[in-house]
Nanobody
Framework: QVRLADSGGGLVQAGGSLRLSCAAS????????MGWFRQAPGQEREFVAA????????KYTDSVKGRFTISRDNAKNTMYLQMNSLKPEDTAVYYC???????????????????WGQGTQVTVSS
């Protein structure tokens, strides 16, 4: 059983930065990929970024490219999302998730993610 604990959200002004963390436990993750999704009020949950554990290949949604960086620390079994130049439209609950069934092209699809964190709120004020 995989357990994910995400943290690091908060309130920040536009242009500021936050770093989200997702601590994973319960399995070794060499065959997994992990990702971040977000859900704003009244909207559907959407893909933000993903990383493959074994080779650190990454994928981002267009709206965060150049501002967000996903990474992982193998020794700590922890994934991070460094968010810079935050905008009010980044306000959402952010969820980390893990999959061992998605191909690289499928990493944007939440259907493939079997394990989810509890979510952490990110609020960006204008």
């Amino acid at each position: 059983q995989v357990r994910l604990a995400d943290s690091g959200g908060g309130l920040v002004q536009a242009g500021g930065s936050l770093r989200l963390s997702c601590a994973a436990s319960g399995r070794t993750f060499s065959s997994y990929a992990m990702g971040w999704f977000r859900q704003a009020p009244g909207q559907e949950r959407e893909f933000v970024a993903a990383i493959r554990w074994k080779d650190t290949n990454t994928k981002y949604t267009d709206s965060v490219k150049g501002r967000f960086t996903i990474s992982r620390d193998n020794a700590k079994n922890t994934m991070y999302l460094q968010m810079n130049s935050l905008k009010p439209e980044d306000t959402a609950v952010y969820y980390c998730a893990a999959t061992n069934s998605a191909s690289y092209s499928d990493l944007t699809q939440q259907y493939y993610y079997a394990y989810w964190g509890q979510g952490t709120q990110v609020t960006v004020s204008s």
